[in-house]
């Protein structure tokens, strides 16, 4: 079993000032009864035009402000960038992930797998996926597999 200094969790959020302490205290929550390693939250407001970044400030959180929308992907990038910790997860502002199954995750990842991925899946926690989604993800694991040398597997939990 390896061990970790760490676990920082990367939220983009635009315009989700309804939902934003909810997603931080959950995640917050979830990892303080997990209790296997310290960790940070860190929002990245992508030009939110409501009170996005004050919530999540006052909630908790770590900060980056994005002074114009960037888009999804550079609010990823500069929350990885930022991130305190080497292991990183990641999730949605509006808690269409079920963010409890995060120590899932990260006991896989602690188990000796190099990298552990969720999903939303149709009739589960919130968030719906079309019904190919088991196939998209099949797919980016070969993708992955393909890119970093090392075979990948897909295991449930």
């Known amino acids: 079993m390896r061990s970790i200094d760490g676990v920082s969790v ?16 959950t995640c917050a929550d979830t990892l303080r009864s ?3 390693a310290p960790f940070e939250i860190v929002v990245i ?5 409501d009170g996005t970044a004050k919530v999540a400030l006052e909630a908790g959180a770590i900060l980056i402000s994005h002074p114009a929308n960037g888009g999804y992907g550079k609010s990823l990038k500069d929350g990885i960038n930022a991130a305190k910790y080497e292991v990183i997860a990641m999730t949605d502002a509006d808690s269409t992930y079920p963010i409890a199954d995060l120590p899932k995750l990260l006991d896989a990842y602690l188990g000796g797998f190099d ?27 070969a993708k992955v597999s393909r890119a970093v040398g090392k075979r990948a597997e897909n295991t449930r939990y």
């Open 10 to 25: 990367v939220i983009p959020a635009l315009d989700e000032e309804a939902s934003i302490e909810a997603t931080i205290r």
């Open 34 to 36: 997990w209790a296997k």
């Open 45 to 49: 407001d992508d030009g939110s035009s």
């Open 115 to 141: 990298m552990a991925v969720g999903a939303r899946i149709m009739g589960g926690g919130g968030g719906e996926l079309p019904p190919n989604a088991v196939q998209i993800s099949a797919s980016v694991i």
